[in-house]
């Protein structure tokens, strides 16, 4: 049997499609890697100069694709849902931010009380990039508006880790929203930068069915007949839970998907490969994770907006326990891991796939990342399918990812 190993350079993670183009290599190494769209519509690192994985040592040890941890910081705890310290229903205090958010507006709520009441000076978290909206950026929001500004779930490629180093250098409390996968990255750079233990009040995330490549999105254009040019706003979802996908464009004319009519063929969303093989999609490694409570994680028509929230560690609960207080936030019902299993079916299955999985790779002989906490092991559903499938798909080179060129 062929031994687990990991990359030893950026490329290596590119090639092998264990790259989710977080953003890392360019906040670590500026003067050497730059985030690129590639033309398959993902963002990856560009080399800007000769590569060296050596001097890229420090990336690699915080890269989603060479590690995945977490640690059990929770009063409670579930194999599948990981350590925890409550869940249940939560909303924006204000009906405005309610209704524009993703779902229920909690990390934006979240996000303007850190602000509002001092705690945090800044969120590094990403939105629509205004010369491009189809496309995402990272932000630096210091106002409780541009949080709100801000609001929505951008199902495309985003890169939040790349405003990292930026964030750490203003040398002020801040805060970070973006993907449990980032958030993982976050914790594990944390190790060999204290300015993180310093200055990061608070890392939340939303729980994540997986990022899907640009093509998603280009392939809604090409439905209306518009071009990426034509478009002057791309709303993935939000004024509405889950709110309709709607872009409108230069000449006035405005087009609407449902939810439902836009992610119903699941053969076209487009997920990237490293979220195939996500060991945290749900966030352990957060204070707080976000996420929605349809039951079978099938919107059932236009409500008020909903989440789930899942406070993960004792600073999270303060945070929540401190935003509900100030009527940032509202409590609703309590949940238990068992009503998660039931408003995501689809991150209990994972959980259990992951295992298989990775093995298929390791049988393809393609390197995979190291994990630590995340009970992958235990979970191991040792599906034979799955990992014949994972070995034939990287075998035949469907894992494969490109380095672009700066
Ligand atoms: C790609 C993707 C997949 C998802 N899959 C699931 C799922 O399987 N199950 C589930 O329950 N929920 C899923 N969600 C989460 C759901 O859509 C909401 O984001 C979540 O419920 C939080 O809602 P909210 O109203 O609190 O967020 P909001 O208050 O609207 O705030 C959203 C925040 O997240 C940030 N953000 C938005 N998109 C991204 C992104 N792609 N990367 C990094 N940061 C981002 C924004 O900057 C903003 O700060 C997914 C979200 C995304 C973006
Ligand atoms: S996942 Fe992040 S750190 Fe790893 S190669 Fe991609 S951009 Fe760099
Ligand atoms: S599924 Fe996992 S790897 Fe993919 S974007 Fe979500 S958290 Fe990141």
Redesign the pocket.
């Given at each position: 049997m062929t031994k687990a190993y990991q990359a030893t350079s950026v490329r290596a993670v590119v090639e092998n499609g264990l790259c989710i183009g977080c953003g890392l290599c360019e906040a670590l190494a500026p003067e050497r890697w730059v985030m690129r769209m590639t033309a398959q519509g993902r963002l990856r690192p560009a080399p800007r100069v000769k590569e060296d994985p050596q001097a890229d040592a420090p990336i690699l040890a915080a890269c989603p694709g060479v590690v995945a941890e977490a640690e059990a910081r929770g009063a409670s705890s579930d194999p599948i849902w990981g350590s925890y310290m409550q869940m249940h229903e939560a909303?924006?205090g204000d009906p405005d931010?309610?209704f524009?958010?993703?779902?229920?507006?909690?990390?934006?709520?979240?996000?303007v009380h850190l602000l509002s009441s001092g705690k945090a000076a800044f969120?590094l978290?990403?939105?629509a990039d205004p010369a491009q909206p189809m496309r995402?950026r990272w932000?630096i929001?210091e106002t409780p508006e541009a949080?709100?500004a801000?609001?929505?779930?951008?199902?495309?490629?985003?890169d939040?880790l790349a405003g990292l180093e930026v964030a750490l250098a203003r040398g002020q409390p801040f805060a970070i929203?973006?993907?449990p996968c980032?958030a993982g990255a976050v914790k594990a750079r944390a190790k060999s930068d204290s300015r993180l233990d310093a200055l990061l009040v608070a890392l939340?995330?939303?729980?994540?069915?997986?990022?899907?490549d640009l093509g998603k999105s280009e392939a809604v254009l090409r439905e209306l007949a518009l071009t990426e040019d034509d478009v002057t706003l791309f709303r993935?979802?939000?004024y509405g839970?889950?709110g309709p996908t709607r872009i409108e464009a230069r000449d006035g004319r405005c087009f609407e998907k449902t939810y439902n009519e836009m992610w119903a063929d699941e053969a076209g969303w487009r997920i990237q490969t490293r979220c195939k093989l996500c060991p945290d999609?749900i966030g352990e490694a957060a204070d707080v994770a976000?996420?929605?409570?349809?039951p079978d994680?099938n919107p059932q028509g236009e409500d008020e907006?909903f989440?789930?929230?899942i406070t993960r560690t004792p600073a999270g609960q303060a945070l929540v326990d401190a935003a509900i207080a100030a009527g940032d936030l509202v409590k609703g019902q309590v949940h238990n891991p068992r009503d998660y299993d039931h408003?995501?079916p689809?991150?209990v299955r994972k959980k259990h796939a992951i295992a298989s999985r990775l093995r298929g790779l390791t049988s393809a002989e393609r390197p995979v990342f190291a994990h630590k906490g995340l009970r992958i092991e235990e979970l191991d559903a040792k599906d034979i399918k799955e990992e014949q499938g994972a070995e034939a798909r990287a075998r035949a080179g469907r894992f494969d990812d490109e380095v672009p060129n700066p």
């Open positions: 909303w924006a931010l309610r524009k958010a993703a779902t229920g507006g909690a990390l934006t709520a979240l996000g969120i978290h990403c939105g995402s932000v929001s949080v709100r801000n609001a929505g779930s951008r199902y495309g490629p985003t939040t929203i973006a993907k980032d939340l995330v939303m729980v994540c069915g997986g990022a899907s993935y979802r939000g839970n889950p999609a976000a996420a929605d409570i349809w994680a907006g989440n789930g929230v408003f995501q689809h991150q």
